[in-house]
């Protein structure tokens, strides 16, 4: 039990990589904080994992891009919760186009949640941090953010803009105890890229060497290894977890 006693937030959580983030934090002892846009998919995971650990999931719903509710939400899982161990910003989304085409509000919307919702989450959570002089931090990326992708410059900026905040919180929080470190994932199956059409998803798989997708608990993996005590002595990084796309 890897966790036992610790406590996980995790944005996100209500589908795809963050639910598989939330279920492993959850199978190896840590209490969490399912935090999602929709409520009743929050409440969905919880009550997944309550029903296999009890008591240990309490759902949330927040838009991250939004500030203040942000702050507010980390007053009430402090209270829930007592303390934070665990950071997992991982809520996102996409929206897109080419950048000739690409609506303002389209721009918005992906820097917003991926990037702004990001900071929201580490500055709502920091100080809790900074008293308990300890904490993980893990950030989720994604290959957009390394090499770039046509028709995301929304997205592939944001990615990249959460390096840079990485990399910046580590250097910021290292003498607390505090390590922050970003996942970035290649291509793995959840709703994000079920809608990409067939021709697309064969010509990404081209690009794989391990010529798959990955699933969700590939990263939940690798995420756990960055929160783990093992991991203690690793800050500032990008673990890219993607058949090798990236190399
Ligand atoms: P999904 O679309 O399956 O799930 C996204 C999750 O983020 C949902 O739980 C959603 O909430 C939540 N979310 C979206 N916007 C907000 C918001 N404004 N406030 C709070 N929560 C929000 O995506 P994935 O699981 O595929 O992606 C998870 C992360 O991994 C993202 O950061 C994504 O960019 C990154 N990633 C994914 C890759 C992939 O191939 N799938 C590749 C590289 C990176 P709700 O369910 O309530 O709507």
Not at 241 to 247: F, I, N
Request: aromatic share 4%; proline share 2%; charged share 20%.
């Amino acid at each position: 039990m890897r966790f036992a006693n610790q406590v996980a937030v995790v944005t996100g959580a209500g589908r795809g990589i963050g639910h598989a983030i939330a279920l492993k934090f959850a199978s190896e002892g840590a209490r969490v904080a399912v935090v999602s846009r929709n409520e009743n998919n929050a409440l969905r995971t919880a009550d997944e994992i309550n029903e296999r650990h009890a008591g240990l999931a309490k759902a949330y719903s927040v838009d991250v891009a939004n500030h203040a509710a942000v702050a507010s939400l980390a007053e009430q899982i402090l209270s829930d919760f007592s303390r934070i161990d665990i950071l997992v910003n991982n809520a996102g989304v996409t929206r897109d186009g080419l950048s000739m085409r690409m609506s303002e509000e389209d721009w918005d919307t992906v820097v917003d949640t991926n990037l702004k919702g990001t900071f929201n989450c580490i500055q709502a959570f920091e100080r809790a941090m900074i008293k308990q002089r300890s904490g993980r931090i893990i950030n989720i990326g994604s290959v957009a953010g390394l090499m770039g992708n046509a028709g995301q410059a929304n997205y592939a900026a944001s990615k990249a803009g959460v390096l840079g905040l990485t990399k910046t919180i580590a250097r910021e929080l290292a003498s607390r105890g505090i390590t922050c470190n970003v996942v970035a994932p290649g291509f793995i199956a959840t709703d994000m890229t079920e809608v990409l059409p067939d021709k697309i998803k064969q010509a990404v798989i081209g690009q794989i060497p391990m010529a798959s997708f990955g699933k969700p608990e590939d990263i939940a993996a690798a995420v756990a290894f960055l929160a783990s005590a093992e991991a203690g002595y690793i800050t500032g990084q990008c673990l890219t977890v993607d058949g090798g796309m990236v190399m």
